[in-house]
C-alpha cells in the first residue's frame, strides 16, 4: 500500500523559505510515468497546485509561483522536497504531496503551514 507523508517546520517566518519533504512508502518514485506533485489549500480557499516532477525529473510549476519554487528528489529515499522562497502570509496554507502512479494518485495527510513573524 502506498503511503505519502509530510515533514517539515509548521511554521515559517516572512522573507525565509519553506522547505517541506515528502517521504514515499509502499512505492518508488523513480516508477514510470510517476508524477511527484505539490498542491496546498489556504485557508478557506480551493485546491492549489504549486508544481510536479516527472519521471525524467523535469519540472513544472504554476505560474505565479515559478519564481519562488523548486521541486526536487532524493531517489536513495523515495522523498521528494518543495522549497519556496520569500514567503508572505499568502503562503499560509495545509499543504499536500501527492504521488501519481500512472492513473492512480495517492495523497499525504497534509500539513499546516502558517507563515508569521
Known amino acids: 500500500q502506498v503511503r505519502l507523508q509530510e515533514s517539515g517546520p509548521g511554521l515559517v517566518k516572512p522573507s525565509q523559505t519553506l522547505s517541506l519533504t515528502c517521504t514515499v512508502s509502499?512505492?518508488?518514485?523513480?516508477?514510470?510515468?510517476?508524477?511527484l506533485s505539490w498542491i496546498r489549500q489556504p485557508p478557506g480557499k480551493g485546491l492549489e497546485w504549486i508544481g510536479y516532477m516527472v519521471e525524467s525529473g523535469n519540472t513544472y510549476y504554476s505560474p505565479p509561483l515559478k519564481t519562488r519554487t523548486s521541486i526536487s528528489r532524493d531517489t536513495s529515499k523515495d522523498q521528494f522536497t518543495l522549497q519556496v522562497t520569500s514567503v508572505t502570509p499568502a503562503d499560509t496554507a495545509v499543504y499536500y504531496c501527492?504521488?501519481?502512479?500512472?492513473?492512480?494518485?495517492?495523497w499525504g495527510q497534509g500539513t499546516q503551514v502558517t507563515v508569521s513573524s
Open positions: 501527492v504521488v501519481g502512479f500512472g492513473d492512480l494518485d495517492y
Open positions: 509502499g512505492g518508488t518514485i523513480t516508477s514510470p510515468f510517476v508524477h
